[in-house]
């Protein structure tokens, strides 16, 4: 049970150049979050999902798509990468039914030039 | 103004002192009241989940629910070193209800427990 898992752990781009960020769980869980964290800014909310094939925005989703074409994983693309978007990603996964437990991934630590 | 405040100190302590972490809040509606830890590079994890105003106990930890106040505190008792991380409290208004699970986070505040 290897529970949420990044891909990748690290990255760095240039500005303009696009990527994608895979979160993977394999717990079944309905419900699964992007978030960003930066210094002194806490996490901070970018896409979320509640289902297969069902996607929403958060807090701070400018520059970010997501999509979840499969129950398991929830991926979130950058277009075109500004160094604003240096930041912590983490993912996030939880049940339905949850009082506030979500399961964080490790996190992908990006850094755009 | 932050929904959720949180002092990000840093807050050093030695061993065996007793810790106090507070939130202050704006929004009336939260009502599930969570306080999660980080250790550093990794991610963060649930560690006392609370629901409306009272106290829950869990070992050397103690989380604290005002709802009049809009202030929620987590305590620490004999603080160890392996308690130094970063401790983020969160709430939600609805929990997997029509909030979907969304979780408003504070800034954070770092902890270190020195020997």
């Known amino acids: 049970n290897a529970g949420v898992t990044q891909t990748p752990k690290f990255r760095v781009l240039k500005t303009g150049q696009s990527m994608t960020l895979l979160c993977a769980q394999d717990m079944n869980h309905e419900y699964m979050y992007w978030y960003r964290q930066d210094p002194g800014m806490g996490l901070r909310l970018i896409h979320y999902s509640v289902g297969e094939g069902t996607t929403a925005k958060g807090e701070v989703p400018d520059g970010y798509n997501v999509s979840r074409l499969k129950k398991q994983n929830f991926l979130l693309g950058l277009e075109s990468a500004a160094p604003s978007q240096t930041s912590v990603y983490f993912c996030?996964?939880?049940?339905?039914?949850?009082?506030?437990?979500?399961?964080f991934g490790p996190g992908t630590r990006l850094t755009v030039l | 103004q932050k929904e959720v405040e949180q002092d990000p100190g840093p807050l050093s302590v030695p061993e065996g002192a007793i810790v106090s972490l507070n939130c202050t809040y704006s929004?009336?509606?939260?009502?599930?009241f969570m306080w999660y830890r980080q250790y550093s590079r990794k991610g963060p994890e649930l560690l006392m989940y609370t629901y409306s105003s009272g106290n829950k106990e869990d070992g050397r930890f103690t989380a604290q629910v005002d709802k009049s106040s809009k202030y929620i505190s987590l305590f620490i008792r004999d603080s160890q070193p392996s308690d130094s991380a970063t401790y983020l409290c969160?709430?939600?208004?609805?929990?997997?209800?029509?909030?979907?699970?969304?979780?408003?986070f504070g800034q954070g505040t770092i902890l270190t427990v020195h020997p």
């Open positions: 929004n009336s509606a939260f009502q599930y």
């Open positions: 969160a709430m939600d208004t609805n929990a997997g209800g029509t909030s979907y699970g969304k979780l408003t």
């Open positions: 996030a996964s939880s049940y339905s039914s949850s009082k506030g437990e979500q399961f």
